[in-house]
């Protein structure tokens, strides 16, 4: 029997049936992670012996594969190839009456994304020049960061309890203030529809592997399709309540590396608000492990 003719005979009551033409339709999606999934494939039942029928139906199809949200999170990490990196910011620290005051700090990191060392050095206003906080970002650390104040001459140890802490006064905490370790989370799929400033994203939930790692019960970031970076986040805490609301936009490419020139941090039980512009961003500088210990830390730059 030919291929053909065994397909003939499919459908209720042997009816013939014939495609014209037999469609088989493969969509490749290139994506931060490649994925690919198949269209149903419809033939149309032959006029002859069902007259009265004009639509398509499915002769067969292939199960939907959504894109798995773990290697979409793995995408986003990888894009990141520097070795090291530095740039400036300027802080924007809007109170609920609208009032601003401005911070800048210059931002330096060593290693990759998630597994990396972080150093934050504010430079402006004079009353915060000098203070710096040191991260250690990676798996299984459970000291990770640490807080140099000059008034006091002074290194401390921020504890677990502290991360939920607002960094000097911003809507950042100091939490935020790190970079995530992506083992620290597990990942599910949630959505594939929700646009972004414009762009198609795959909304993802992120929980906790356990509940020291993070500040936060869950999260949900949104990842565009087509290129593979968070540009929103909603951060909820231990009652299950909106905390605090990411946005990163402006995105740009620098030596093949994505970054937002803009971000924003809001705390919607608070009223406020803090946006951060990055500027002087630089990759592979030849940055060295000890400029990224306690001792580094108290040498004001």
């Given at each position: 029997m030919r291929k053909h003719d065994r397909i003939s005979r499919l459908g209720p009551g042997n009816p013939q049936r014939s495609c014209n033409p037999l469609l088989v339709?493969?969509?490749?999606?290139?994506?931060?992670?490649?994925?690919s999934h198949i269209q149903v494939v419809y033939c149309q039942?032959?006029?002859?012996?069902?007259p009265l029928t004009s639509d398509l139906r499915p002769l067969t199809s292939f199960p939907y594969l959504p894109p798995d949200a773990r290697k979409i999170m793995e995408g986003v990490y990888r894009q990141?190839?520097?070795?090291?990196?530095?740039?400036?910011?300027?802080?924007?620290?809007r109170d609920k009456k609208g009032v601003v005051r401005q911070k800048q700090f210059i931002f330096r990191k060593l290693g990759s994304l998630g597994d990396s060392k972080t150093l934050?050095?504010?430079?402006?206003p004079p009353e915060v020049r000098g203070v710096g906080l040191l991260s250690i970002n990676r798996k299984g650390v459970s000291e990770r960061q640490w807080m140099y104040t000059p008034a006091i001459q002074r290194i401390r140890r921020i504890a677990p309890q502290e991360r939920s802490r607002k960094f000097l006064g911003t809507d950042f905490t100091n939490e935020d203030m790190a970079e995530r370790v992506l083992d620290d989370f597990e990942y599910r799929l949630i959505g594939m529809s929700d646009l972004m400033d414009g762009r198609k994203t795959y909304k993802i939930e992120a929980k906790p592997v356990a509940s020291d790692r993070t500040q936060y019960k869950f999260s949900y970031l949104w990842v565009v399709q087509d290129l593979p970076y968070v540009v929103h986040a909603e951060m909820y805490d231990a009652r299950g309540r909106v905390a605090r609301i990411y946005h990163a936009a402006d995105l740009d490419r620098i030596a093949g590396i994505w970054i937002a020139r803009r971000v924003?941090?809001?705390t919607p039980s608070e009223g406020t608000r803090t946006i951060l512009k990055i500027d002087d961003v630089r990759f592979n500088l030849g940055l060295k492990p000890d400029q990224f210990t306690q001792q580094a830390l108290e040498k004001a730059e």
């Open positions: 339709a493969f969509t490749l999606g290139f994506i931060p992670l490649i994925w039942p032959h006029p002859a012996t069902h990141d190839t520097s070795r090291d990196s530095s740039w400036r910011a300027v802080m924007d620290v934050v050095r504010f430079t402006d924003e941090m809001t």
